[in-house]
């Protein structure tokens, strides 16, 4: 074999490897001034129903709306009242609120598992508010403020992460793996990337009914690496689809940094370019730009002018979930550093510039917001925590594998029931 | 009139019939279901103006038009993914994947999500998709035209399991399975899409000319899924079989002159197991036929069933046919098949047990 290579003898080059590596390690000091920040408001707005490569500059800039001086900028400028922004601001602190609260009943040991959003809370709020309430939302498993933005209750959310008995999905799913059909709050799978191409599904299904409701969906950049992403854009675009993909680069999946979905050579957005779809690359730490970006997507969707890749350009500022440990791969100055801030802060002084808002009620609000939080937990806690026996009866765990049971799966449940009486003798709890 | 069983026919007030082959009696159903119900679409690589690479969807766009009955991208996970998303739209999605052995890029979205969205949704969300597939061999094929990935699909808890062997049955079978609000993998035996096959490759094709079972009632019908059909009643073994294979397998039993009782399986889940148990424990003698893959083939589920359920009525091991575990070869295609020689020798080792 080795005597038929060709190259025996030549002075050809040795090929080398490349395998990506982060800038920066635990202990390393953090420097991000080779990222290029544009200025707030200074990149253009074409018009929704423009052609799809009139966004292609956009796909290598940065969209940001709220500049250094706390104002807005810009065409992208949404120009929301007060209210709206106040409600956002409550939404995204609720949301940090309730990942605080949760990330410590984990800890507690009232539940396996959890993941917080912390850093990530404009990108599903602000992007939630910017589509219409019966647009179908199919998130990935980050996407808490996008449920919390419609208003789901936190009880639900607490019975859930618990999986106890009143667990609407009835302790079958890993804790934050949410389904709202009532919100349009489409059932996370902890499979990454497959929910692309079911939202191009309900886009088209949507479509060819002529129906007026568009899909809008998330994923990490790390799974845009997934087949399923190609797919999704493919049919996207192919079906022109009223679907909006939102790219959540929040530069780590675990512990493999961006550089491992391709970070290096592009940018997310710029996937776009190839399918031809529209493309915008935003400040997802910018509550207005994140907010403008996903309107303008979903007007654009609406009025059949196509689909649209968003990537939320963002920092994933806790750990990957309760199983997670960042400080073994990568520097703990990488927040502090992160150049595009907080974004509840950033909105916070957004508010207080425009005279619409002040530090004493952002304390009230997050005070009142914890204790509303607390309030739930406790609600929910009536119903159990895990692993204390409290959960839906034995048989259901038969039940919605088909619509109706078939034979073996009937032998299956006996069988659980009989192995439950040995064990709990007298045990009602079946 | 051929001598095939006359159970498949037609009841006497099914009203007005023609013949049809399988592929006929494909696009019969699906042409009956497009009608019948708004939300029931098709899409597939090829299935659109073209009507599909074996002419099961021939017409139906040119009928219920381009947003109704379209091609696709040659993209498998796309095909499936986007059919669970049509489904949590409210519409019934029929996809096609032009051969079985291309179905295995969308196994994800068939597996952790088409199968499971029922039961990790508490049923809020279901995916009520019929996956149309043809698959088996005998067609010259090669390992990637020819393949039978039934027990991928069975041993997944949450999706069905459904393969006719005639066209009367493929109709019925067909219009269950898309009214049925769990999905479905409904593999299409492509060897007996014009005829049946006896399994003796060396002489000449039959069409389905003639046969009872070919005589397909022209409007809406359903036949049960979970229900096997008796092909024909005997004493002396019961073979179990499904797709092409029962056709062989009635065959051999006819020339070898057994009184074979042979069951098509038609769903394998649910599986009717009342029939086998029946059938097991008259006879004493089991014979389990398949075209795929031996190693952990549906014929060991078959036959772990039987002898945990039918031990003791059993006078002789139980036994199973099926290909070779190799890739389905191209040149030596009837070298791998489950042929009457193979079957034969099978019959008179369990009768001389």
Redesign the interface.
């Known amino acids: 074999m080795a005597d038929q290579r060709d190259d025996k003898g030549t002075n050809r080059p040795k090929l080398a490897l490349h395998v990506p590596e982060p800038k920066y390690r635990p202990g390393d000091k953090v420097d991000y001034s080779h990222l290029n920040i544009p200025k707030a408001g200074e990149q253009s707005r074409p018009d929704e129903a423009c052609e799809a490569k009139d966004t292609f500059a956009l796909c290598n800039d940065l969209v940001r709306v709220l500049g250094d001086d706390n104002q807005a900028h810009g065409p992208w400028d949404p120009r929301l009242d007060a209210d709206t922004l106040r409600q956002m601001l409550r939404e995204m602190a609720l949301v940090r609120a309730f990942d605080n609260r949760m990330y410590r009943a984990q800890r507690q040991g009232k539940t396996s598992f959890y993941m917080k959003c912390t850093g990530e809370e404009a990108t599903s709020v602000c992007a939630t508010h910017a589509l219409a309430g019966d647009d ?1 939302i ?1 998130p990935s498993y980050r996407q808490q403020g996008c449920l919390i933005a419609r208003g789901y209750e936190l009880t639900e959310m607490i019975n859930q992460i618990y999986s106890n008995k009143a667990d ?3 302790g ?2 890993l804790p934050i ?1 949410y ?3 009532r919100l349009n709050f ?2 996370i ?3 990454l990337a ?1 929910q ?11 479509a ?2 002529g129906d007026s409701r568009i ?1 809008a969906t998330w994923v990490g950049e790390g799974s845009t690496a997934e ?2 992403f ?3 854009l ?2 996207a675009t ?1 079906y022109n689809a009223p679907v909006i993909f939102n790219v959540i680069n929040n530069q780590w999946a675990i512990s493999s940094f961006s550089g491992f979905a391709g970070s290096e050579r592009a940018t997310f957005a710029a996937r776009a370019i190839g399918y031809g779809m529209a493309g915008l690359r935003v400040d997802g730490n910018d509550p207005l730009a994140v907010f403008a970006a996903e309107r303008w997507a979903a007007d654009r969707a609406r009025a059949n002018a196509g689909p649209t890749l968003i990537e939320h350009f963002t920092y994933r500022a806790e750990g990957h979930s309760t199983s997670d440990d960042p400080s073994a791969y990568r520097s703990a100055e990488e927040r502090e550093e992160w150049p595009l801030g907080d974004p509840i802060m950033r909105l916070a002084r957004h508010l207080i510039a425009l005279g619409e808002w002040s530090d004493e009620q952002q304390e009230e609000m997050d005070t009142e917001l914890d204790a509303m939080v607390r309030k739930a937990m406790k609600e929910a806690e009536k119903n159990g925590i895990l692993g204390h026996g409290l959960h839906h009866p034995f048989h259901t765990m038969f039940e ?4 109706e049971l ?3 799966l009937e032998e299956q449940a006996a069988q659980a029931i009989r192995e439950r009486r040995i064990k709990f003798p007298g045990d009602p709890a079946e | 009139m051929n001598d095939m069983t006359t159970e498949t026919a037609p009841a006497a007030d099914a009203g007005e019939t023609r013949e049809m082959n399988m592929i006929e009696a494909i696009n019969s159903a699906l042409d009956i279901m497009l009608d019948r119900d708004d939300n029931v679409t098709l899409l597939g690589e090829d299935i659109g103006y073209f009507g599909g690479v074996f002419r099961c969807t021939a017409g139906l766009q040119e009928k219920y038009g381009k947003t109704r009955v379209f091609d696709t991208p040659i993209s498998e996970c796309g095909i499936i993914g986007v059919a669970v998303g049509m489904g949590a739209y409210g519409l019934r999605p029929v996809p096609e994947i032009q051969f079985a052995d291309y179905i295995y890029p969308g196994l994800d979205q068939l597996i952790s999500e088409a199968a499971r969205l029922r039961y990790r949704s508490a049923a809020e969300f279901i995916a009520p998709m019929t996956v149309r597939s043809p698959f088996g061999g005998g067609i010259f094929g090669g390992q990637t035209h020819s393949q039978s990935p039934e027990s991928i699909f069975t041993h997944v808890s949450g999706l069905k399991t459904v393969i006719p062997s005639t066209p009367y049955d493929a109709k019925g079978l067909l219009i269950s399975c898309i009214e049925d609000n769990d999905p479905v993998i409904f593999f299409e035996p492509k060897r007996i899409y014009n005829g049946p096959f006896d399994g003796y490759y060396d002489k000449p094709a039959k069409s389905w000319k003639g046969f009872d079972a070919a005589q397909v009632p022209t409007d809406y019908y359903k036949i049960p899924l979970g229900k096997a059909r008796t092909v024909r009643e005997g004493d002396a073994l019961t073979i179990l079989a499904y797709g092409t294979m029962v056709h062989v397998v009635e065959s051999v039993a006819r020339d070898k002159g057994v009184n074979a009782e042979i069951l098509d399986l038609r769903t394998l889940v649910p599986l009717d197991i009342e029939a086998i148990e029946a059938s097991v424990e008259k006879t004493g003698r089991c014979l389990i036929v398949h075209e795929a893959t031996r190693t952990s083939g549906f014929g060991s589920e078959l036959s772990a069933l039987v002898q945990e359920r039918c031990f003791y009525h059993l006078e002789a091991p139980i036994e199973r046919v099926t290909g070779f575990d190799t890739p389905y070869p191209h040149s030596l295609e009837w070298a791998y098949f489950p042929g009457p020689v193979r079957i034969g020798e099978a019959i008179d080792k369990l009768l001389e047990a």
Request: glycine share 6%; net charge positive.
């Open positions: 179908m199919f609407k999905l009835k079958r799913q793996m389904c709202s059909k489409f059932s799978s902890g499979n497959t692309l191409p079911q939202a191009t599904g309900f886009a088209m299904a949507s060819s009914k899909a087949g399923d190609h797919s999704a493919t049919f192919v919605d594998v088909f619509e078939p034979w073996h």
